[in-house]
């Protein structure tokens, strides 16, 4: 008989949380009991699994020694609050939210640096990183042996999803408005978001920097292992439901080998390289589905040793959901 794990999903209600517990299901993951977690305002609902509807309770009243493992879904100032409780009970953690610190919960993807997960005790802390640091790890960690990078600038296209199903219906609401040719009023968001580009995600600091940009450089860096990688990051909020995309230039040490690039990113895991001369889209092609796809491989205009690649991943599933039940999936023999 397989044995099976005592599981437990803060955040259940959350666009990530709710494909989280679906991808459980798809991967036919040896669930025990599942237990659905979120706030008061969602205690109550209830998420399919498995054919029955798992009924949501509140997070606050729930005994953590019921579970093996917890996926932490919800923001960071749940992760703060929960995640020790959680770890004093004896149950493992993987965060989503970025909360931990790296020392305490480190970052993995595991097509990059799963390796890491051979030095942990129970109950394991694991950091799954924002899906713009995940799929950019993808792509990057099948080219660190054979290219000498030296810096890593990237501009990334985020959904209005990685904002949670408010920001969602935000853009809904206001598509519906200006086509409808009525007056917008902006909600969720600060300014118009349909049809329109927002040059940051959340609010920079001093430096003008935001807690996502610096959030991808620290994460990048450390699932990596690259700490002094120079890396400069944007990030734009764009009027997508769902997926990201990602322009990346790459400053090498030599001159690129285009042949050999496009070789090992076409082997490599979790990576869907499109044919030269065509390019994949967040809609038409990564939406739904479990690979980063690149496209667009290409050197400098003017130096050979540049590298600019477009990739394009869905953000609430391969990004965030997938890669934390991934590392579950790798956890699982550790947690017997």
């Known amino acids: ?53 798992v009924r949501v309770k509140e997070v606050d009243e729930f005994d953590f020694k019921k579970a093996q493992l917890a996926f932490f879904a919800a923001g960071p100032a749940v ?49 799954s990183p924002s899906p713009s640091a995940t799929n950019l790890a993808v792509v990057l960690a099948p080219l660190r042996g054979l290219l000498d990078i030296q810096r890593v600038s990237v501009t990334a296209n985020l959904a209005v999803s990685a904002q949670g199903r408010e920001a969602v219906s935000e853009l809904a609401r206001q598509t519906a408005e200006l086509l409808n040719v009525r007056p917008l009023e902006p909600k969720f968001f600060d300014r118009q978001m349909a049809f329109n580009l927002l040059a940051q995600v959340g609010k920079p600091d001093a430096q003008g920097h935001t807690d996502l940009e610096k959030r991808l450089v620290h994460e990048l860096r450390a699932v990596l292992e690259t700490p002094l990688l120079k890396i400069s990051a944007t990030c734009v909020q764009a009027p997508v439901f769902f997926g990201d995309s990602l322009t990346v230039s790459l400053q090498l040490g030599a001159p690129v080998d285009l042949v050999a690039v496009n070789r090992a990113l076409e082997a490599a895991p979790g990576i869907e390289l499109v044919e030269e001369g065509d390019y994949p889209t967040a809609v038409g092609d990564a939406v739904g589905q479990d690979v980063v796809y690149v496209g667009r491989v290409r050197a400098g205009v003017d130096d050979p040793a540049e590298l600019n690649v477009w990739l394009t991943s869905d953000n609430v599933r391969k990004g965030a959901a997938l890669n934390a039940v991934q590392l579950a999936q790798l956890l699982i023999k550790g947690l017997a």
Do not use: W
């Not at 459980?24 to 025990?32: A, K, M, S």
């Not at 992760?79 to 480190?106: E, K, M, Y």
């Open 79 to 127: 992760t703060l609050s929960f995640a020790p409780r959680a770890t004093a009970a004896g149950c493992s953690v993987i965060d989503l939210s970025g909360a931990l610190p790296a020392d305490q919960a480190p970052q993995v993807v595991p097509e990059a640096n799963a390796h890491i997960l051979k030095g942990l005790k129970k109950p394991f802390q694991l950091g």
């Open 1 to 53: 008989m397989t044995q099976t794990f005592e599981i437990a999903v803060i955040g259940a209600t959350g666009t990530v949380g709710e494909t989280l517990v679906q991808i459980l299901e798809e991967l036919d993951f040896p669930v025990g009991t599942l237990y659905l977690l979120a706030g008061s305002n969602s205690a109550g609902a209830s998420v399919p699994f498995r054919g029955k509807n």
